[in-house]
């Protein structure tokens, strides 16, 4: 069954807040629900499926009860890091589409600033003992990719501070980014290394908050005042070590980006703006190439002579990104999709909202760079 | 870098994994390898996930291998916190599989990508040592 065009987005809703040491994340996930279905014009007894990623409680369970979900007819609590919200939105355009429900909520709720993070996995996880013990950090991870990549194709520290520069400009057009001072590729550069060649603001911000969206059969969405969003493709997949032959150059976009691209019947040339995750500034030359906007390798030139920004050939991350505005709770793909949302809409912040929007792209990668998740959205205005 | 600084913190041996982490304590590195197809398989399984045999064999591999990439970690977590900074690397065993590891016993300004390395061995609590690497020094 192809999902193109047969649900929509009808209500997104970002957090304002970036720390929130007086909330709790259950907190979060009501009021980011609350926002969401105001946005949409819609209520609490409305809502039939729900989608969260399950780490806050029992499953989906506790906060169906928490937020006052009644009627529940789909849950699913989905876990893939960064990108589980893309997967939830997928899923839930699925379910929809089934009938297996009728309007979903996705919720995002995040309270980690100031808290030491434990272990990111329980002791008993397989590769654990081949890993933790020799200080695997997420950004080490992502310094061998970015390491290797430089190897492999001549990609320059200057290239992925471009990265951070683009974010940084469009952030000083969101008030409620964390960071909003533009930042030049040269102080990128001169920012203490964290993990060569990774430099402290190659990496993305630490917030509190999260978000929400609405999920609805399109017909739903023809009765909402408020304008919606087409889904129009979804596809995810996850790579690993691939039994301890691990290659650190590429992301499971390879795979999920043909999927979504397919099932929207588009190719990356169509698309008018996009929300490339962005845990550090490697991230994003990796992923535009694994979603074709460029050859293999050639990432680093891409980006390097502006075309993330607005006005560029691929406005990428305009709300600024995981690297200034916005990573709740190290999980970055929910803000991607409400501001893939916002500029369909074309409710961008004035200056960086791209005209004629009608297409955008939204990607999340949640996981390291040895084992992870990528899920890709395409979505489309909703009158186009 | 003190590599007497670097934390060995004891990985949890379990029944599957004990012939690997058994072969290390006597510094010794084994691996299990599918009976059926042949391949190498990292991390150590007792079936193979490549063709989905239930048997391997351990056989004992060279503990040579080559950088195939690195990086200075200079703000550890968890048992590394207090470490200054550390390399972090993948290193690609004779043999075929990419190992995560460490590099130890050298320079890491003067690290490369193809660089031979070859296997040591840090105790790491009494039912484990941790494989770790260093430069080849030919000669």
Redo the contacts between chains.
Sequence with gaps: MSLRGRTSIVGAYEHPGRDLPDRSAAQIHAEVALGALADAGLGLRDVDGYFCNGQLGFGAISLAEYIGLKGLRYTDSTFTGGSSYLCHVGHAALAVASGKCRIALVTQGARVRGIV?G?KLP??T????????????N???Y???A??HM?EYGTTARQMAEVKAAAAYHAQFNPDALLQKPVTVEEVLSS???????HRLDCCVITDGGGAVIVASSEVAADLKRRSVKILGHGEAIKH?M????D?TYTAAVWSGPAAFEEASVSPADIDYASIYDSFTITVLMTLEDLGFCKKGQGGAFVADGALRVGGRLPVNTDGGGLCNNHPGYQGGMIKIIEAVRQLRGEARPQVQVKNCELALAHGTGGGI?RLCSATLILGRGDA | MSDTAL????????PE?KPFWDATKAHRLVLPRCLRCS???????QFC??CGHGAVEWFEASGQGSI?????????????RD?EQ?V???VELQE???????LMDCNPEQLR?GQPVQAVFCD?GDAAA?L?FRPLIRG
């Excluded at chain 1, 397989?126 to 013990?133: G, L, S």
């Excluded at chain 2, 934390?7 to 379990?14: F, G, M, R, T």
């Excluded at chain 2, 391949?39 to 399984?45: A, G, L, N, Q, T």
């Excluded at chain 2, 075929?96 to 460490?102: A, D, I």
């Design positions: 993070r272990p002791p008993d397989p590769e654990y003992a081949f890993e933790a013990p020799y200080g695997e950090t950004i080490g991870i310094a061998l990719a390491q290797r190897y203490p290394l964290v993990a060569d060649p990774l070590t039994s301890g032959r691990l650190v040895s | 934390p060995a913190p004891p990985p949890l041996v379990i994994t391949f190498v398989i990292w991390y150590p399984r996930p490549e195939y990439s690195f990086t200075i970690v200079r703000r550890g977590e968890g048992a590394y470490t550390y972090l690397a993948l075929g599989p990419r190992v995560l590891t460490n990508i790491a941790l770790r």
